[in-house]
């Protein structure tokens, strides 16, 4: 989970309503081939000697451009490798492009699975505090949403035991259930989404968390979407992207985005 409140007040010259633009975004990653055995390779490191660990460089994303006007909602979609999850951390700074400009205008909530920072170790309401501290959000205000929270959770009775008694259902609900709750009150205008209905929780409450999900999006949120889930996609987004072969190779609405999609796995 990432969150930030500081805002990029760059101008878009398009046009006022574009609230992330990407130019020629390129992106790319240094992996080490070793020829080998990693004893001798230890060895050789150790006394400065000449090794065979030969950089390579694997391109995931090539020349992408991409607006999005407020309010939008983008579903982005592709198999597993195409870079996806790496376009979001670029909108949200966490990496940085090899080539392109990004501008990105207002506060900017990256989430990639909602039980990232859980403490199995720690209390469910120890958990809370952990959650708001990575969240930004103050204790005491985290002591006036506990209840809300652990309601929502539907984990009254529950909060003062440890994590790891908890089912993978329990988790995942109070994983849930605090995110929403930290993320309404930062209220980011951009949310930034990493398959986040992924697993966990039954099926009555993941239906109550998109629920949940929808009426918070639903208030003028520029929403970028990762899933593999079509249905997801085609719920949540006002309009989907398809990558493949490091671009984008489809861009439009979710009916006709999908399709393409399935028809050129």
């Given at each position: 989970?990432?969150?930030?409140?500081?805002?990029?007040?760059?101008?878009?010259?398009?046009?006022?309503?574009?609230?992330?633009?990407?130019?020629?975004?390129?992106?790319?990653?240094?992996?080490?081939?070793?020829?080998?055995?990693s004893a001798l390779v230890f060895l050789?490191?150790?006394?400065?000697?000449?090794?065979?660990?030969?950089?390579?460089?694997?391109?995931?994303?090539?020349?992408?451009?991409?607006?999005?006007?407020?309010?939008?909602?983008?579903?982005?979609?592709?198999?597993?490798?195409?870079?996806?999850?790496?376009?979001?951390?670029?909108?949200?700074?966490?990496?940085?492009?090899?080539?392109?400009?990004?501008?990105?205008?207002?506060?900017?909530?990256?989430?990639?699975?909602?039980?990232?920072?859980?403490?199995?170790?720690?209390?469910?309401?120890?958990?809370?505090?952990?959650?708001?501290?990575?969240?930004?959000?103050?204790?005491?205000?985290?002591?006036?949403?506990?209840?809300?929270?652990?309601?929502?959770?539907?984990?009254?009775?529950?909060?003062?035991?440890?994590?790891?008694?908890?089912?993978?259902?329990?988790?995942?609900?109070?994983?849930?259930?605090?995110?929403?709750?930290?993320?309404?009150?930062?209220?980011?205008?951009?949310?930034?989404?990493?398959?986040?209905?992924?697993?966990?929780?039954?099926?009555?409450?993941?239906?109550k968390a998109k629920k949940r999900l929808?009426?918070?999006?639903?208030?003028?949120?520029?929403?970028?979407?990762?899933?593999?889930?079509?249905?997801q996609v085609k719920r949540f987004c006002?309009?989907?992207?398809?990558?493949?072969?490091?671009?984008?190779?489809?861009?439009?609405?979710?009916?006709?985005?999908?399709?393409?999609?399935?028809?050129?796995?």
């Amino acid at each position: 989970m990432f969150s930030r409140k500081d805002t990029k007040k760059e101008s878009v010259h398009e046009s006022d309503e574009n609230i992330i633009s990407l130019s020629n975004v390129s992106k790319s990653f240094y992996r080490e081939t070793q020829h080998e055995q990693s004893a001798l390779v230890f060895l050789k490191k150790v006394f400065c000697l000449e090794s065979t660990v030969v950089p390579d460089r694997r391109q995931v994303l090539q020349d992408i451009n991409l607006k999005l006007n407020k309010g939008e909602r983008l579903g982005v979609i592709g198999r597993n490798g195409t870079g996806k999850s790496t376009l979001l951390r670029l909108v949200a700074s966490i990496y940085q492009p090899d080539e392109g400009d990004i501008r990105v205008v207002g506060s900017v909530a990256y989430i990639s699975g909602f039980s990232q920072g859980i403490r199995p170790r720690l209390s469910g309401m120890d958990n809370l505090r952990v959650l708001g501290a990575l969240y930004g959000v103050p204790n005491a205000q985290v002591e006036k949403m506990k209840a809300s929270i652990i309601e929502f959770a539907e984990l009254k009775d529950f909060e003062a035991e440890k994590i790891f008694t908890y089912s993978d259902g329990m988790r995942a609900r109070l994983a849930f259930s605090a995110c929403m709750h930290f993320i309404e009150y930062n209220n980011p205008e951009i949310i930034l989404l990493d398959e986040v209905f992924s697993g966990g929780g039954d099926s009555m409450f993941q239906e109550k968390a998109k629920k949940r999900l929808d009426n918070f999006m639903l208030k003028g949120k520029t929403v970028i979407f990762v899933s593999h889930s079509m249905d997801q996609v085609k719920r949540f987004c006002t309009r989907v992207i398809v990558l493949k072969n490091m671009t984008v190779v489809c861009d439009s609405d979710p009916i006709t985005a999908t399709t393409f999609f399935q028809n050129n796995l």
